[in-house]
């Protein structure tokens, strides 16, 4: 269950990332991480459109930033890593 699920913010984490895979737990990462394995699936989503018959929406750039925004917000904390 994500927090702030009604925020644009997880709306738009929610419909953007949701296009190739199931919903990542914002849990996963740390809010440092999270920049580079966005930036990292928008490369992927660039390149799966440019090359592939596959249909997919790549985020602008302000999307992308609501998405790490959230993510790092709700990112694991650094004081719950093992």
């Not at 738009?12 to 920049?35: K, N, R, Y």
């Not at 990292?40 to 660039?46: G, P, S, T, Y």
């Not at 992308?64 to 904390?77: F, P």
């Amino acid at each position: 269950m994500l927090e702030d699920r009604e925020s644009q913010s997880a709306k738009v984490f929610m419909s953007i990332c949701t296009q190739c895979h199931g919903l990542a737990d914002p849990q996963a990462h740390t809010a440092q991480e999270w920049p580079i394995v966005v930036v990292r699936m928008v490369d992927r989503m660039r390149r799966t459109q440019a090359f592939s018959s596959r249909s997919v929406v790549v985020p602008k750039d302000h999307e992308v930033d609501q998405i790490i925004a959230y993510l790092a917000l709700h990112g694991l904390k650094k004081d719950h890593l093992p």
